[in-house]
């Protein structure tokens, strides 16, 4: 099955700066990358999400970036902020409607004011 | 929006009893998921179901099973619940890709 890993496991950045968390997998055929932000002791939300047939997809101050050839995907966050802080899951599928998600291990992100 | 709403917030057992953990959702969606978190390991698939009856084992569905008699309600039951079964348990709702999750369960197995 589909295995996907993330890095950091947590980042601390200062208010401002930009943020970037890492993850690959490993199945060749998934071809649906979404990113769920989790604030504290809150439920998790899709906040972008990525298809194969697009190399980067920006939404305000956040993108994400695929290289299906390394089979890996990344998320940036520009201008970080305070309520930027949060625990954020990427994950994989194959992405027909129906078909389940593979999450990384989770990044825990803060933002020092 | 759509409504995810799950039975407790916290809940406390004791090895050996049986758990249910319920999960509704109101917007007629026919995918719905279990998941265990726990820190370090992310969300973990327990079970999930495409309609009503039907179920696909996850990626760890040892120790537990689960229930969908109507289309909005997907049970999990933990037959025999142990120390190793004490997590936060997360149930979801899925509209094309999207998974739209409830407020998660923490539960404590003494």
């Known amino acids: 099955g589909e295995n996907v890993e993330q890095h950091p496991s947590t980042l601390s950045v200062q208010e401002g700066d930009s943020a970037v968390i890492k993850c690959t997998y490993s199945?060749?055929?998934?071809?649906?990358f979404p990113w769920y932000k989790q604030e504290l002791g809150k439920r998790p939300q899709l906040i972008i999400d990525?298809?194969?047939?697009?190399g980067e997809k920006k939404d305000q101050r956040i993108a994400v970036t695929l290289n299906k050839t390394a089979k890996h995907f990344s998320l940036h966050i520009t201008e970080t902020q305070p309520e930027d802080s949060a625990v954020y899951f990427c994950?994989?599928?194959?992405?027909?409607?129906?078909?389940?998600?593979?999450f990384g291990g989770g990044t825990r992100l803060m933002v020092k004011p | 929006d759509v409504k995810v709403t799950q039975s407790s917030r916290y809940l406390v057992k004791r090895t050996g009893e049986k758990v249910f953990l319920e999960c509704v959702q109101d917007?007629?969606?026919?995918?719905m998921f279990w998941y265990r978190q726990d820190p370090g390991l992310g969300l973990r698939l327990i079970y999930f179901?495409?309609?009503?009856?039907?179920?696909e084992k996850g990626d760890i569905p040892e120790g537990y099973s689960v229930s969908r008699e109507k289309k909005e309600r997907f049970s999990l039951i933990l037959e025999s619940a142990s120390t190793n079964q004490t997590s936060m348990y997360l149930c979801?709702?899925?509209?094309?890709?999207?998974?739209?999750f409830g407020p998660g369960t923490r539960l404590t197995v003494l």
């Open positions: 994950a994989a599928s194959i992405g027909n409607a129906g078909n389940m998600l593979t």
């Open positions: 179901s495409y309609d009503v009856k039907m179920k």
């Open positions: 199945d060749s055929a998934s071809n649906y």
């Open positions: 917007m007629d969606h026919e995918n």
């Open positions: 990525i298809r194969s047939n697009v």
């Open positions: 979801a709702s899925q509209l094309y890709n999207e998974q739209f």
